[in-house]
């Protein structure tokens, strides 16, 4: 599948180590799982809709078995993120990568 051999190259070439967490139910606990990510800030002319200033665009590769959802916290280089919103992206039935809205780092 040529779409996730070039996500896995792009992930190689440019990820960086992120660390996906959930919080279990009302508890201080989470579930953690570690993904390749690359990190967008989105600039002042692409800021539409319900993106404000400071937002970012993280593009996480597939694999681990937890898939990102709203709610989520994301840590990235000491920075913790909300995810916002998911769309994942396809390459025919299986998750190639998952495009996250986040926001607060």
Known sequence: ???VSMTERMMARMGRRMLLRRRL????????VSY????HIYRPDELIGSVTQGDARVLL??????TPARGDLLQIGGRTWSVMGVTP???????ASYD???RGG
């Open 1 to 3: 599948m040529p779409f």
């Open 25 to 32: 139910g009302a508890t201080a606990n989470f579930i953690e």
């Open 36 to 39: 390749m990510g690359v990190l």
């Open 61 to 66: 590769g597939a694999g681990p078995a937890m």
């Open 89 to 95: 992206r396809y390459a025919g039935e299986k998750a």
């Open 100 to 102: 996250c809205w986040v």
